[in-house]
């Protein structure tokens, strides 16, 4: 249940979209260091037009006293960022911003994996050619093979996310068609574990896109979202504990549940099948290759300053690349690179986000290329068709 405290608000939040008045500010301002002056603005005015922007109501007097306070701690914490010298990537006002990073953690993103061993598997995918053939940029936006923005809410489903975005551009490629696949199956329905590596899949508190794939190859398919939409995002569902949870790996699940919004898979139905899957490259010369090649790349990181990402790219200094922080799971769908406003040349990665379009660069946002920056690298997977 605690979970899901915050959903009622955060729906609330999603509803409302942008002001229009913040949207022409935001856009005109990502990218531009010089002019961050709405975080110079005073906070209270601030914190106002944040309420206004994102529909915020908060219980008490006291309430929003805490929350204001917490939102002034993020917009100084974003203003210092900002102000680091050389770095890419800008900070402000996001719908996270009255929430603490521990809150963010827990609310949005996975528990730490540090006892995790996450296996590989080797050689499922085989690179054509050699890996300096891969052009200097790329982007599978333009080429259909990335389906529309989620949002997963305050629930830990970014696995799912992350595995079922991997899985719509294998069906984009394979197939020729561009359909959202139902991300609210893998949770309702894959409780996989390897209990000898102590990596499970969660539903609401985590999970490896690796496992979501073996889930969809013996289940024997995936459905469309159409068919078996994301019910999570405003609580107009209560899945039980999926088959096969494993409550050392996972604790308990959710307290409270409805038998009705469980698992119900209908084989009938399924949009797409898979065969294997397979792990990537480490190297990150060999990864740009290798997506190239073969689509969007799940990929997980440690996400955890991302809550007050604005636009430009995440380089090293803002998170850890240790295999055992990672905490988020996404996908990979590009890769180039820019000059940056102090002359430096900066590749990056295009990275597809579940926290809404009215996140970061239309809700995408863009790592470092070539440090293994936020461990971009540790456990790039794809599924095979
Ligand atoms: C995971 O567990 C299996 C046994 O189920 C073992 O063979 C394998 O080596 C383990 N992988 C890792 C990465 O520890
Ligand atoms: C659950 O996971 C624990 C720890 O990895 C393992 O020892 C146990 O055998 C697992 N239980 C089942 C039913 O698989
Ligand atoms: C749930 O949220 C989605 C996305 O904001 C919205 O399109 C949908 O209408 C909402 N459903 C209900 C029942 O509120």
Redo the contacts with the bound molecule.
């Keep these: 249940m605690k979970m899901r405290s915050s959903f009622v608000v955060l729906a609330a939040v999603l509803v409302l979209a942008f002001a229009a008045s913040s949207e022409a500010v935001r856009t005109k301002r990502v990218h531009s260091k010089q002019s961050l002056d709405l975080l110079d603005a005073n906070p209270s005015l601030l914190f106002d037009r944040f309420e206004r922007d994102h529909g915020k109501s908060y219980g008490t007097v006291e309430e929003r006293a805490r929350r204001f306070d917490i939102f002034r701690s993020n917009v100084e914490k974003a203003r210092a960022l900002n102000a680091r010298s050389g770095s890419s990537a800008t900070f402000g006002v996001t719908k996270f911003m009255d929430w603490t990073e521990q809150e963010f953690s827990e609310k949005v993103l996975m528990r730490k994996q540090h006892g995790a061993q996450v296996p590989r598997r080797e050689g499922g995918f085989k690179l054509r050619g050699a890996i300096e053939d891969a052009p200097s940029s790329w982007d599978w936006r333009d080429h259909g093979a990335v389906t529309s923005v989620k949002n997963q809410g305050t629930v830990g489903t970014c696995w799912a996310f992350s595995a079922v975005g991997n899985i719509e551009g294998q069906l984009a490629l394979v197939d020729g068609t561009l359909e959202s696949l139902s991300v609210e199956q893998v949770t309702d329905c894959d409780g996989g ?1 390897f ?2 590596n ?1 990596t499970g899949d969660c539903q609401v508190f985590g999970g490896w896109p690796f496992l979501a794939y073996e889930y969809v190859i013996n289940a024997g398919g995936i459905e469309l979202d159409d068919d078996y939409p994301y019910c999570m995002l405003n609580e107009t569902c209560w899945p039980c504990a999926p088959p096969g949870w ?1 409550t ?2 996972c604790g308990p699940p959710q307290p409270y549940c409805k038998k009705e919004d469980s698992c119900h898979f209908d084989k009938t139905k399924v949009a797409a099948k898979l065969a294997s899957w397979a792990s990537l490259s480490q190297n990150e010369e060999e990864l740009k290759a290798q997506l190239h090649q073969n689509g969007p790349v799940s990929i997980a990181i440690d996400a955890t300053s991302l809550y007050i990402y604005w636009g430009g790219v995440v380089e090293g200094h803002l998170c850890s690349s240790d295999p055992g922080d990672v905490d988020h799971a996404v996908l990979l769908v590009g890769y180039g690179s820019e000059t940056n406003i102090f002359g430096k040349e900066v590749p990056y990665w295009i990275v597809k986000n579940s926290w809404g379009a009215d996140w970061g660069e239309k809700g995408y946002f863009r790592l470092y290329r070539g440090k293994n920056t936020c461990g971009v690298a540790n456990y790039a997977t794809t599924s095979i068709m």
């Design positions: 574990s209990p000898n102590r494993n050392t790996i």
